[in-house]
């Protein structure tokens, strides 16, 4: 069973900067996905940025240019670095992990297998 911990949200204003982690207990899956998604009471969640084993990137639009997903491969940990953040931005945030190749990771909650508990993000105007 693969764990997977969030850490680094927090309050913040408008404009400012967080970096969210998330670490895994084990990689299990030698050819793997893993994101980051977002969601806000009665929506549902959201993928928000996703990289492959080999480094592929993929990020939803409302996030390009501001938010950089990133990992750590000897420490197993994600990382998301999020810059001028906006009040649009205040979610709970997960991590997940799944399996499977594709030729840029997916930004659906099906391909993952395992998520985090979730860490909160919030943006003040």
């Known amino acids: 069973q693969v764990q997977l911990v969030e850490s680094g949200g927090g309050s913040v204003q408008a404009g400012g900067s967080l970096r969210l982690s998330c670490t895994a207990s084990?990689?299990?899956?030698?050819?793997?996905?893993m994101g980051w998604f977002r969601q806000t009471p009665g929506k549902e969640r959201e993928g928000v940025a996703a990289?492959?084993?080999?480094?592929?990137?993929t990020y939803t639009d409302s996030v390009k240019g501001r938010f950089t997903i990133s990992k750590d491969n000897a420490n197993n940990t994600l990382y998301l670095l999020m810059n001028s953040l906006k009040p649009e931005d205040t979610a709970m945030y997960y991590c997940?992990?799944?399996?499977?190749?594709?030729?840029?990771?997916?930004?659906?909650?099906?391909?993952?297998?395992?998520w985090g508990r979730g860490t909160q993000v919030t943006v003040s105007s």
């Open positions: 997940a992990y799944g399996s499977g190749w594709y030729p840029t990771p997916l930004l659906r909650t099906y391909a993952y297998n395992y």
């Open positions: 990289v492959t084993n080999d480094g592929s990137t």
């Open positions: 084990k990689l299990t899956y030698t050819i793997y996905s």
